[in-house]
């Protein structure tokens, strides 16, 4: 009799285990579909790369696919962020690179041409100058300015870091070629303190100074300055001059006050 209530009571403990392991099991995998249903497209784990899913249209999308040598898509984590340039650039930062570039003839924003990936402005009198600002990352604008026939004459780079935009890159059009000159920050320094109206008087105004220069560090970046002036068209050398000291100016004032405010 003893026996036979041992061998029960074992039984109705393996019942209740059975019970017990099936609605874990239950448990574990609402919780499971739960995760999948609540992330939905997230990555549950980081270190896997999720990569959509890639449909070929036609033919001729395949064969391009093919030819580029594309063993699959790109991660939806490299796609290019700042094209959403609104969480990059702000509007004062923009207005104050626009400023640099502002004449009396003032720059307008062209609806019709700017989009997601850049910011046109064209000029009142003229539909082909265009000034366009281009998102290259996170903390880099390109600034790009176009004559009356639509040319690139300028093409400048400014790091987006602090409250006013830094300039970093500097180039302009080689007059009667295809190609752009860069200048360097001492470069451009020489052109701030000694630049002139005109293309004639910054260049004589540099070539007066030549003689008195005993540092050969010093002689080789004037007459760097010089060479690469006299390369410019006369609007192009009068543009980066006008637009150098107006940048200069702004960053002077914004240092003081920004000493004073201390």
């Known amino acids: 009799m003893q026996e036979c209530r041992t061998y029960r009571g074992r039984a109705i403990k393996r019942q209740y285990k059975i019970i017990y392991l099936e609605k874990a099991m239950t448990v574990t995998v609402i919780v ?65 690179i626009l400023d640099y570039y502002s004449t009396n003839d003032k720059y307008i924003r062209s609806k019709t041409h700017s989009n997601a990936h850049q910011t046109v402005f064209a000029k009142e009198s003229d539909k082909y100058q265009w000034l366009v600002l281009e998102q290259k990352s996170q903390c880099e604008v390109e600034v790009r300015q176009t004559d009356n026939h639509g040319a690139i004459t300028a093409r400048d780079n400014y790091e987006l870091t602090g409250n006013l935009p830094k300039c970093v890159g500097v180039e302009r059009l080689c007059e009667g070629a295809n190609f752009q000159i860069p200048f360097n920050a001492d470069e451009i320094n020489l052109i701030y303190q000694f630049g002139e109206q005109t293309k004639a008087e910054t260049c004589a105004s540099l070539s007066a100074i030549f003689p008195q220069i005993k540092d050969s560090d010093t002689r080789r970046i004037v007459s760097g300055t010089l060479k690469k002036l006299n390369s410019l068209s006369e609007e192009t050398c009068a543009e980066l001059t006008a637009t150098t000291k107006r940048r200069k100016l702004t960053e002077r004032d914004h240092s003081i006050r920004t000493r004073l405010a201390k």
Not at 40 to 58: A, D, G, W
Not at 80 to 85: A, S
């Open 32 to 96: 499971f579909f739960h995760a999948i249903i609540t992330v939905r497209n997230e990555l549950i784990f980081p270190q896997v790369e999720k990569y959509p899913t890639t449909v070929f249209l036609n033919s001729i999308s395949r064969q391009l696919t093919e030819e580029n040598h594309i063993s699959a898509p790109k991660p939806i984590n490299h796609i290019n962020q700042y094209h959403r340039r609104a969480k990059t650039i702000n509007k004062k930062q923009e207005q104050q």
